[in-house]
């Protein structure tokens, strides 16, 4: 190891030339983590110190050159993370701690799994981890901050946190699988008669409707949709009273320029007009839905835009999982399983460690349990299709 190297700590990702940042890209880094959108969530002041999300990634640096990155925010509340600790924080109040400002690694306003630390692929992440883990573990006390949290982390992580001595949290989203379907009809004989019907019912009900479907990726993808896109995402967001906006109008417009490759938008349109659409992202195998809105209810227009067509996209260009957002238990009867999602978190005070770690090592199995009971019990898979859902709740 070079004992040249130099840790600063970065609070705006503009500062970074965008070649550094994506030479430690890789095909395994997850999108959310890439140049291109963390940029845009920050110079879009979407991730803000004005909007509680102040940029503070901790860099390396060997003669010059960036080696690592570790995307983290200083956080002065609990919105937008997913992984809910609100009651961590009453806690800490009711034991006379300060909880706020915490450290947090993610990507904002992105509940997708895949966190981890950049590394440049003719470095080590093994010899760069435990001194930025140092680094942080310092910054952290030197500004008595309370809790550091890396949310949504890579599966392969997992075993260097808990040797770290992070205690891990487990929560769950829904995802879809594919364990290599030849075609749609194949992914729907997983299913028992009864939702085999349904599923068929509710995909015919767009021609019905006047709807026809269209997927928008790379060049095909206008301004005018992103923009257009920005629409439907607000007019979700104030349909329900609990759902926050955390981007604009400018973070989406901002994705045509450099990001657009990674989008896919899928489109329900009447005679040319669009009526609902879906916001994706895919990086080679896999495919992340985001966001969607509608400017007119039709009827299981959501289901389409948002669940089936993004499959049948993915089945026939051999994308192999899909994590189609947060909530909605009503996706398991739509082909998707309760699938266990990580974050790893550190915590500072020793009353809340006294606290909240016992708390964690207890609720952790029974979460697990309750995951495999959900997936034996209500995904309507065939009798001999359920067993194989037991391996989501093993890794």
Same mark, same amino acid.
């Given at each position: 190891m070079s004992t040249r190297l130099k840790l600063r700590w970065c609070h705006d990702i503009r500062e970074i030339p965008a070649a550094s940042w994506k030479a430690l890209e890789t095909e395994r880094t997850s999108p959310f983590l890439e140049y291109e959108w963390l940029h845009s969530l920050e110079s879009s002041g979407s991730a803000s110190r004005k909007t509680g999300w102040m940029p503070c990634h901790l860099l390396v640096e060997s003669e010059g050159q960036l080696i690592a990155a570790a995307p983290l925010y200083l956080k002065s509340h609990s919105q937008g =993370?997913?992984?809910?600790? *609100?009651?961590?924080?009453?806690?800490?109040? *009711?034991? %006379?701690?300060? @909880?706020?400002?915490?450290?947090?690694?993610?990507?904002?306003?992105?509940? $997708?799994?895949?966190?981890?630390?950049?590394?440049?692929?003719?470095?080590?992440? $093994? =010899?760069?981890?435990?001194l930025m883990l140092m680094a942080i573990d310092h910054f952290c006390q030197e500004n008595d901050i309370s809790v550091f949290s890396l949310l949504y982390v890579d599966l392969d992580w997992r075993s260097q946190l808990e040797a770290d001595g992070f205690i891990p949290r487990i929560t769950h989203n829904y995802q879809w699988h594919n364990p290599g379907?030849?075609? @749609?009809?194949d992914f729907l004989s997983q299913f028992n008669a009864n939702q085999r019907r349904n599923i068929k019912r509710e995909r015919a009900a767009m021609e019905k409707s006047g709807l026809q479907l269209n997927i928008y990726t790379g060049d095909n993808i206008s301004p005018r949709l992103l923009s257009l896109m920005y629409d439907f995402y607000s007019n979700t967001c104030a349909q329900f009273w609990n759902w926050s906006k955390?981007?604009?109008? /400018?973070?989406?417009?901002?994705?045509h320029s450099h990001y657009r490759d990674r989008v896919v938008l899928v489109a329900g349109e009447r005679a040319g007009d669009v009526v609902g659409m879906s916001f994706c992202i895919?990086? %080679? =195998?896999?495919?992340?839905? /985001? @966001?969607? %809105?509608? /400017?007119?209810?039709?009827?299981?227009?959501?289901?389409?835009?948002? @669940?089936? =067509?993004?499959? $049948?996209?993915?089945? *026939?260009? %051999?994308? /192999?999982?899909?994590?189609p957002g947060a909530g909605g238990s009503h996706k398991i009867r739509r082909g998707f399983p309760a699938t266990p999602v990580y974050s790893y978190h550190r915590f500072y005070h020793p009353r809340l460690q006294q606290v909240l770690i016992p708390y964690l090592n207890r609720v952790n199995p029974l979460m697990l349990a309750e995951l495999e009971n959900v997936n034996q019990n209500e995904v309507p898979f065939r009798e001999d299709i359920l067993p194989s859902l037991s391996t989501l709740t093993n890794r």
């Open positions: =993370e997913f992984v809910f600790d *609100q009651e961590w924080a009453s806690v800490a109040s *009711q034991l %006379g701690e300060r @909880y706020y400002p915490k450290l947090i690694g993610m990507a904002p306003f992105t509940p $997708a799994t895949g966190y981890r630390i950049l590394v440049h692929p003719e470095h080590s992440e $093994a =010899e760069l981890w435990p379907y030849s075609s @749609y009809e955390y981007l604009n109008r /400018r973070f989406f417009e901002s994705l895919r990086k %080679g =195998e896999r495919l992340f839905g /985001r @966001y969607w %809105g509608c /400017r007119e209810e039709v009827k299981f227009l959501h289901f389409n835009v948002c @669940y089936y =067509e993004p499959i $049948a996209l993915a089945i *026939q260009e %051999g994308i /192999r999982n899909f994590d």
